[in-house]
């Protein structure tokens, strides 16, 4: 598959801000993930749909501790704060779960480019998977309330593990799909056949996706089929958010230019297939 940044300006990339944004919950959500809030005013009112922050889970005298890119998962600018959903798999977001309301940690963000959804389109479908379905999830607070219909699939290995599915309803989504492994349903033949079965009558202009390549590549098969451009929110390790460190190239050394970073040039690119 290729990936092609997307054209922008300025104006798509707010100016990030720094804060120690106060802790104001930070418990266990579903057996896998954690949800955690921050009063963050700043970044709340200028997130867009895709970009993410950098966490730092580090006390006074802990120690140096590397900052995590973590997607906005919901925001409130009316209400200041910031939600962000992350499962426990290592050191470091075990230190960012010992994290008590009260508490407050470095927060930079909001950052990298965010999704694209154009003037003209009148249906969007958006295709996540895990912790990737966080990168989609402020794309349904933007359209709605709104003429644009959106449609969701949500997946995971097992019911703990799917997320998401109740921000898409409460946003007005046409229609959302909850799929995941133990049943069968998320295999990625029977979603293809689901898809085309309920979308070929009126099919999206546009796809977004996020969370797994094997659906990444449905979603790019499906732009094809449907004539539907499709945008994709890459993962990568980061260790600085901002562009300096150059650890987030998405390609090998081609030549004398870099591949796009997915920090500064993404994480959002055109995705299509070769």
Do not use: K
């Amino acid at each position: 598959m290729t990936l092609q940044p997307l054209e922008r300006t300025d104006e798509d990339r707010p100016a990030p801000a720094w804060c120690h944004a106060e802790v104001l919950v930070n418990r266990p959500l579903t057996e896998r993930y954690h949800h955690l809030r921050l009063a963050a005013p700043d970044v709340a009112a200028a997130a867009r749909a895709g970009q993410f922050v950098m966490l730092t889970a580090g006390r006074d005298g802990s120690g140096p501790v590397l900052p995590r890119p973590m997607a906005v998962y919901t925001r409130d600018a009316a209400a200041g704060v910031v939600d962000v959903l992350y499962a426990v798999v290592g050191q470091g977001t075990r230190a960012l779960a010992g994290f008590a309301p009260g508490e407050r940690m470095v927060v930079v963000g909001p950052l990298g480019r965010g999704f694209a959804i154009h003037p003209e389109t009148d249906r969007v479908l958006v295709v996540g998977r895990g912790i990737g379905t966080c990168s989609l999830t402020c794309v349904a607070q933007d359209l709605a309330p709104g003429p644009v219909e959106l449609h969701a699939v949500t997946s995971g290995r097992d019911p703990g593990s799917v997320i998401g599915a109740e921000v898409f309803r409460e946003h007005g989504a046409a229609s959302v799909r909850a799929v995941h492994d133990t049943d069968g349903s998320s295999d990625v033949a029977v979603l293809r056949a689901r898809l085309c079965g309920e979308l070929d009558g009126g099919p999206p202009q546009q796809i977004l996706t996020c969370g797994s390549e094997r659906l990444a590549r449905l979603c790019a098969e499906l732009g094809e089929r449907w004539g539907a451009s499709v945008q994709v929110s890459v993962e990568a390790h980061m260790a600085c958010g901002l562009g300096y460190c150059h650890g987030c190239s998405t390609g090998g050394p081609t030549g004398p230019e870099e591949s796009p970073l997915v920090c500064r040039d993404g994480p959002v690119f055109w995705l299509s297939l070769p």
